[in-house]
């Protein structure tokens, strides 16, 4: 006999009532959180891998192979990103990430965002949210990047592997331009490989500082730590197909945690959660959350 599968709930208060009982939350974001503010996503309608092949941009022999190619594409994503302003659901999960704040929603839980975007968005929307705060109001959240930083530039050496933060628009003059290009789904390697980005201490050939396949996200330990102790995780605009990233919700449930997911579309991955919000995550976060 197939177990009966209760299909995920969509009911917010009720939702809201769990929330008040748990004791150690986290958020697993993905490219949807962004949608809001202009920054295409990766698959679904409209995403930007649809144009290009993903192995071929987001992997480190994709970038051996031209790294003028795959800088013009890192390049129009950090242009994008600059332009971009957080919406109502990063601001929400900022606010949520507050405890003073998360008191009234969800008593004595602690809160974890994990974030497979590198836009730069999440910690935009923490810092805006620092700068209206009471002078020190403000704690630092528990945030996790967990896929690098679009505004991270790393050494490509590997005795320097010196790493810098950097908003410079564009981040070198042989890139100037070349965003154009990308968004009408051009991508040829146009740019000279010695007018990329360099290292500003050794020189030598510098690349975007996120996490491609087949490479260690970030601080896995810690993030595996927390996940293991979380009773409910929160999936947010995500198509849950990378790893290990896509394990996390099940992780919980498989601890007697709960899941619920805010997301546009079902995903194969949802299927057994307790809670699916379909909709628009920048319009049903804040209700949820608020
Ligand atoms: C690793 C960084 C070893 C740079 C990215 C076979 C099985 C299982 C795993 C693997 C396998 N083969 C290979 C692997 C491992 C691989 C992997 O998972 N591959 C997949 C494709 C099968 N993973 C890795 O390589 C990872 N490293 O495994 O290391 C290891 C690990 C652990 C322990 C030991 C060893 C590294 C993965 C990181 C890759 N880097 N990007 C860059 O951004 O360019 S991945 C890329 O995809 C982004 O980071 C992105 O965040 C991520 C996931 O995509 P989503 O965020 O989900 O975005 P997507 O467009 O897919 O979906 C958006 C969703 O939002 C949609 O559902 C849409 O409907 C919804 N939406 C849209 N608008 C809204 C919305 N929802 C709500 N509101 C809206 N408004
Ligand atoms: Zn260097």
């Known amino acids: 006999m197939r177990p009966i599968i209760v299909p995920p709930s969509q009911d917010i208060k009720a939702f809201q009532e769990v929330l008040k009982t748990s004791k150690n939350v986290i958020a697993v974001a993905g490219a949807g959180l962004s949608a809001a503010s202009g920054i295409p996503t990766f698959r679904g309608a409209g995403g930007m891998w649809r144009k290009y092949v993903a192995t071929d941009l987001a992997t480190p022999e994709g970038f051996e192979d031209s790294p003028s190619l795959v800088w013009q594409f890192y390049h129009y994503r950090r242009e994008s990103a600059r332009k971009a302003s957080p919406n109502d659901a990063h601001r929400t999960l900022a606010a949520f990430s507050q405890p003073q704040i998360r008191q009234r929603i969800a008593p ?91 290292c500003t201490k050794c020189g030598s050939l510098a690349r975007p500082g996120v996490v491609w396949f087949g490479e260690m996200p970030h601080k896995l330990e810690q993030i595996d730590e927390i996940v293991g102790k979380a009773d409910l995780c929160l999936v947010v605009g995500t198509s849950s197909v990378v790893y290990p990233a896509a394990g996390y919700a099940h992780q919980v449930k498989a601890n007697g945690g709960k899941v619920a997911v805010f997301n546009l579309e079902k995903t194969d991955g949802d299927r057994k959660s307790d809670f699916r919000f379909l909709g628009a995550c920048e319009e049903i976060l804040p209700k949820a959350l608020g």
């Open 108 to 198: 004595g839980a602690t809160f974890t965002l994990i974030t497979q975007n590198v836009d730069n968005l999440s910690p935009r929307a923490n810092n805006e949210l620092a700068e209206h705060l009471p002078p020190g109001q403000y704690q630092e959240p528990s945030l996790f990047e967990m896929h690098g930083r679009l505004f991270d530039v790393l050494c490509t050496n590997e005795v320097c592997k010196h790493v810098e933060f950097n908003l410079a628009s564009p981040i070198c003059d042989g890139l100037a331009g070349t965003e154009d290009l990308v968004e009408q789904g051009v991508i040829d390697p146009i740019v000279d490989e010695n007018k990329l980005p360099r």
